[in-house]
């Protein structure tokens, strides 16, 4: 039988950090604090909602970001 998967690590950091920031520095900030993928969406965007470990979610409004989640 194979052995189950390890799912990765995710960053040691809270998304409440990004809420505030230009949409750009942002992405820049999480990337560099580890986060695999960095999704930047427009209020009210439709999107799947299964978790992804790693992801960090944005959604943007006039530049900056309004709200950040993981997953």
């Known amino acids: 039988m194979a052995p189950i998967p390890t799912p990765s690590a995710e960053p040691d950091d809270s998304p409440d950090v990004y809420v505030g920031l230009p ?3 942002a992405e820049q900030l999480a990337r560099e604090r580890g ?3 960095v999704r ?5 965007a439709i999107i799947t909602m ?3 470990v ?3 979610n ?3 409004k006039d ?3 309004a709200r950040s989640w993981k997953g």
């Open 50 to 52: 299964e978790y992804r």
């Open 35 to 37: 986060w695999a993928t």
């Open 40 to 44: 930047a969406l427009p209020p009210g």
């Open 23 to 25: 949409a750009d520095r």
């Open 63 to 65: 530049g900056t970001v």
């Open 54 to 56: 790693g992801r960090l």
């Open 58 to 60: 944005f959604e943007v």
